[in-house]
C-alpha cells in the first residue's frame, strides 16, 4: 500500500508524485518502494487513484522517477499487482463486479460473488507482467516488487481458502503458487535475469483455514527457486487487518 493522491487520471504519476518519492531520497532512504501498481486493464477497470504500466508511454514518466531519485543516491523498485480480487473496493463492485481464483463472497459486499478467472485470462495476465517489465528496465527502474500480501489477488491464488480450482492454477501447492511463479519467470524473460524481484507476503493470515507459518516458509523456498530474490513480510490479511497495519494498542 502506497500513498494516494499522486496519480495522473490516466495512470501515470504526477509531478506531486514524483516531488514526493525525491523528498524521502533526499532523507537518505536506500530503497524506495512505490505503492501498487497495475499491468493490465482488462480484468479489473483502472480507477482514477491508481498507476498503471501498460505502455511504452509510461516510460516517460518511469524515467523522470528513477533519475530523480537516483540524484540523491536512492534506488527505486515499482510495486506490480495482479489486483484486488475478493477485495475489490465497493465501488469497484459496483462498476464492474470482481474476479478471483474461485468464485468467492466479496469482502465488501458478500451478496456480490467473484467471476471466477478463465485460464487463458491468467496467461494473459502473465505476459501482461512481462511487458510491464520490460518497460521497468527500459526506464532505468531499479528493482519490481510483487504485491503478494495481505489477502490480495496474488495471495488469493497461493491460500487454499481461496483457491478452489479444478485447472492447472489450483490444487495443492505447488498449483497454487503456479501463477506467481509465472509472473516471477516471466519478469526475468522481460526485464533480465538479474533484474532483481522482491515478493512481499504475509507469513501467518490468523484465521481460521489461513495460512500457517510452515506454510510460509514453504512458500517462500519455492518462490526463491522460481526467481525471487528478495522478500518483504508481514502477516495478515483483510480479515485479520490489524496483522498487516497494527495498532499503537497492539503488543
Known sequence: MGVGGLEEPQGGLSQRGIDYYVARAKGGTGLIITGLTRVSREIEPLLEDKLIIDSKTCVTWLNELAEAVHDYGAKVAIQLTAGLGRVATLDLLKIAGAVAPSALPAFEDPTIMTRELSTEEIERLVHAFEFSAEILRLAGIDAVELHG?????????ITALWNKRTDKYGGDLEGRLRFPVEVIEAIKRGAGADFPVIFRFGLKHYIDGGREIEEGL?????????????????????????WAHPPTTLP
Open 149 to 157: 500480501h495481505e489477502g490480495y489477488l496474488f495471495d488469493q491464488f
Open 218 to 242: 514453504e512458500i517462500a523456498r519455492t518462490l526463491e527457486a522460481a526467481g525471487a530474490d528478495a522478500f518483504e513480510v508481514d502477516a495478515g490479511c483483510y480479515e485479520t487487518w490489524y
